[in-house]
């Protein structure tokens, strides 16, 4: 059965480490849906994030293979549930219509979203929220009419557990 899984990959912070990852997910016709590369808590240590859509057996053996990759620490997958996971987008609507149209502000507030920005062109919108709240506000911006441009991270994640007593204990101590 095809779901959504999310690789989270700790590796050395060295050059090419991301084309070799995302090179296995090629090899296995695998999409990615989102992507999102960051420093961890460890000094030198980058954590990728990557969500995408496909059987457990082949996560799985792709996983499997990560491990193999020599700047690759720690890799383990999971499902959305396993995770606490939040996206941004930025939503940017014209100032004419925000200022015309009372919708805009109904929006905001009933999605608890932020203005961050307000020019004489456009206003800037924020919403913190789940993939698919996200997706709602950006489809309700557009049934009104609104939206002019829109922007999202992908995921961003925090393990339930702590995961650093998952990596090996020489990388923790340095």
Do not use: C
Not at 31 to 38: A, F, G, Q, T
Not at 48 to 76: G, M, P, W, Y
Not at 90 to 96: G, M
Not at 146 to 170: D, K
């Amino acid at each position: 059965m095809v779901k959504e899984y999310i690789v989270i990959a700790f590796t050395e912070n060295q050059i090419g480490v991301l084309n070799r990852i995302t090179a296995l997910y090629l090899r296995r016709k695998i999409n990615i849906e989102s992507l999102k590369v960051s420093e961890s808590s460890i000094k030198g240590i980058s954590m990728f994030v990557i969500s995408a859509f496909t059987s457990s057996e082949t996560i799985d053996k792709l996983v499997k293979q990560l491990r193999n990759i020599i700047d690759v620490i720690q890799v383990e997958y999971y499902t959305n549930e396993e995770l606490i996971t939040q996206e941004i987008a930025l939503y940017k609507i014209s100032t004419k219509l925000f200022r015309q149209n009372g919708a805009t502000d109904r929006i905001v507030r009933e999605w608890n979203a932020r203005i961050i920005e307000i020019n004489p062109s456009f206003v800037v919108v924020e919403k913190t929220g789940t993939r698919e709240e996200i997706e709602q506000m950006r489809q309700e911006f557009e049934r009104q009419q609104l939206l002019q441009e829109f922007t999202r991270s992908g995921t961003v994640v925090l393990h339930r557990e702590p995961w650093v007593q998952a990596l090996p204990n020489q990388i923790i101590s340095q």
